[in-house]
């Protein structure tokens, strides 16, 4: 009985024994394996914070540069703004520069007749106008137009009525100044188609009409748009209203007058030359018939030349041929004596 209890107390001891040994294995390989998952850990964690820390840099480096090309974008654009600024800063002044001159009566003539003057010597032959030019009469036009028979001189002068034109769209004035302003518009107008009329129209000197030249397109869309008694008006007194592209049109239509006037003066100088060119095409057709005869001429007597040429060489192979023929016989009669003297020795 002792010995069977010493037995399992021992076998106890072992069992013991083998489960501390084996826990103990087991600890230790936990404790390995968790070590090797910490470091794996730690250096994963390293991994992203380094990935994570280069891709913070990428895009604060992006939006650094984006800023930067923003501000360079913005600067650009603020000075394109300012000097766009500067240019309407100097258009403004211009325009009130311009509203100025054309403020005074004075000036806005001037500038009319400039601005006629730059559209027909751009347009029309220097000898067919003249600018401030005097009539018979004493009345002096901006621009007188030279133009053939039947047409004969028109008288073109500049008006510009645009002092009651900017108060009829006068914001700031009253509807009764206003309708004042186109009652003394057209009072304006009219008067100006009388004194052309009256001064420019001349008998015996000038065509049966003239021309008043408007500077301003609006003003003269005005008239022809919302005032058709002054176009009549101007048509009973024979005066044509035209703007900077209707005369355009005009001088345009009257060059091409001219044009063909001075092409019907060259005609009989075109004919005498086409007369010249017929009488030189003549010699010519004759003289070409004569090289071709000669030509032909020429052709036959070589071929003549080349069939002589073939006899005389025929000639010269039969007399070659001839010759031979007796050098051969000579030769068989000195031999035949030859042989007869051998046989008398």
Not at 41 to 46: G, K, L, R, W
Request: net charge negative; proline share 3%.
């Amino acid at each position: 009985m002792l010995v069977e209890f010493s037995l399992l107390f021992i076998f106890l001891a072992l069992a013991v024994l083998i489960w501390k040994l084996f826990f103990n294995k087991s600890e230790l390989n936990v404790t390995q394996t968790l070590e090797e998952k910490h470091r794996q850990i730690i250096v994963d964690i390293n991994d992203a914070m380094n990935k994570l820390s280069d891709r913070l840099h990428n895009t604060l480096s992006d939006q650094e540069k984006s800023q930067n090309e923003t501000f360079v974008n913005v600067a650009k654009t603020l000075a394109t703004i300012d000097e766009a600024q500067k240019k309407i800063d100097g258009m403004m002044t211009n325009m009130v520069s311009l509203q100025e001159i054309l403020g005074d009566k004075r000036s806005r003539g001037t500038y009319g007749e400039i601005q006629l003057k730059e559209l027909i010597s751009n347009i029309m032959p220097p000898d067919s106008y003249a600018f401030q030019h005097t009539f018979l009469s004493g009345a002096r036009v901006d621009c007188a137009l030279f133009l053939p028979e039947p047409t004969g001189t028109i008288g073109v002068d500049s008006k510009f009525p645009m002092e009651n034109y900017h108060k009829m769209f006068d914001q700031n004035i009253a509807e009764g100044d206003k309708e004042r302003a186109k009652r003394q518009f057209k009072l304006d107008v009219r008067k100006h188609i009388t004194d052309i009329s009256s001064k420019y129209i001349i008998p015996n000197e000038t065509s049966d009409g003239a021309v008043m030249f408007i500077p301003a397109e609006a003003v003269f869309a005005e008239i022809h748009g919302h005032h058709p008694d002054i176009i009549k008006e101007a048509m009973l007194h024979r005066v044509w209203l035209v703007s900077p592209t209707t005369l355009m049109a005009v001088l345009n239509t009257a060059r091409a007058v001219l044009k063909d006037i001075e092409t019907k003066k060259q005609v009989h100088i075109i004919k005498s030359e086409l007369g010249k060119l017929g009488q030189e095409f003549e010699r010519f057709d004759s003289r070409m018939k004569k090289l071709t005869d000669n030509i032909s001429q020429a052709n036959d007597n070589a071929q003549k030349i080349n069939i002589t040429s073939k006899k005389i060489t025929s000639r010269f192979k039969q007399i070659e041929r001839v010759q031979l023929d007796d050098i051969d016989e000579d030769l068989l009669d000195l031999d035949d004596t030859l042989s007869e003297k051998r046989s008398d020795d």
